[in-house]
C-alpha cells in the first residue's frame, strides 16, 4: 500500500515568515494530494488540494508543489499569522480508482508567534 | 448546505463493551467513509461505504463494522471494545469513492 512520510513533525515560525511541510509518497499511482488543516478538538478541513497533472497550485498565502517524478509534495504558508496554528495533514490517494481511501501522513504541528 | 455532522461528540466505555457512532454526510454527498485518529497521528482509513455497501476496508479486524442507510448517513460499530480503540473517530463525506473528502468534528471516544 502507500505509505506517506509528513517533515517536520513541529515547526515554529514568526508571525510574517514562511512556512514550509514537505510529504513524500511510495506508490507511483497516487494522483490526487490534498492538505488538510486541523485546529484543537476540531476535524481536518481540506485546505487545497493538487492532482498529478498540475504542478503548482496557489490559494491566497497557501500554495502547494508537486514533484512527480520525486513523489514529494509540499505546501507552503507565506506571510503567517497566529490563526494558522494547527496540526497540518498531507495525504494522498487515487483518484478515479473504485476505491479513495486517503493515507496521511503524521502531521506538523505549526506554531506562529505573533 | 449543511456540513458533516457527527454523534456523540464524546464518549466513555469500558473494555468489551460495544459502541455505535454516527455520521450525516454532506447534502449531495453519497459515499462515507470512516477514519481512526489515535492520539498525536494522521488519520487511519477503516472502511467507505458508498451505495449502503461497504466499498472497501483498511487493516481493522471484523470487530469494526458499518453501515449506510437511504439518506446517505452512516454508523460505525466496534464491539468488544480493547483500550487501544481509545481515538478521534472521524466521519468524511465525497461526491464520489474516490476524491476530495469533507471531514465532521468527530467522537472522541475513551475505552477504561
Known amino acids: 500500500g502507500e505509505n506517506v512520510e509528513q517533515h517536520p513533525s513541529t515547526l515554529s515560525v514568526q508571525e510574517g515568515d514562511s512556512a514550509v511541510i514537505k510529504c513524500t509518497y511510495s506508490d507511483s499511482a497516487s494522483n490526487y494530494f490534498p492538505w488538510y488543516k486541523q485546529e484543537l478538538g476540531k476535524g481536518p478541513q481540506l485546505i487545497i488540494d493538487i492532482r498529478s497533472n498540475v504542478g503548482e497550485k496557489k490559494d491566497q498565502r497557501i500554495a502547494v508543489t508537486l514533484n512527480k517524478t520525486a513523489k514529494h509534495f509540499s505546501l507552503h504558508i507565506t506571510e503567517t499569522q497566529p490563526e494558522d496554528s494547527a496540526v497540518y495533514f498531507c495525504a494522498a490517494s487515487r483518484e478515479g480508482s473504485t476505491l479513495g481511501r486517503l493515507y496521511f501522513g503524521r502531521g506538523t504541528q505549526l506554531t506562529v508567534w505573533p | 448546505e449543511t456540513g458533516v455532522t457527527q454523534s456523540p461528540t464524546h464518549l466513555i466505555k469500558t473494555r468489551g463493551q460495544q459502541v455505535t457512532l454516527r455520521c450525516s454526510s454532506q447534502s449531495g454527498h453519497n459515499t462515507v467513509s470512516w477514519y481512526q485518529q489515535a492520539l498525536g497521528q494522521g488519520p487511519q482509513f477503516i472502511f467507505q461505504?458508498?451505495?449502503?455497501?461497504?466499498?472497501g476496508r483498511g487493516n481493522f479486524p471484523p470487530r469494526f463494522s458499518g453501515l449506510q442507510f437511504p439518506n446517505y448517513s452512516s454508523e460505525l460499530n466496534v464491539n468488544a471494545l480493547e483500550l487501544d480503540d481509545s481515538a478521534l473517530y472521524l466521519c468524511?463525506?465525497?461526491?464520489?469513492?474516490?476524491?476530495?473528502?469533507?471531514f465532521g468534528p468527530g467522537t472522541r471516544l475513551t475505552v477504561l
Open positions: 468524511a463525506s465525497s461526491l464520489r469513492t474516490a476524491g476530495e473528502q469533507f
Open positions: 461505504y458508498y451505495r449502503e455497501e461497504e466499498n
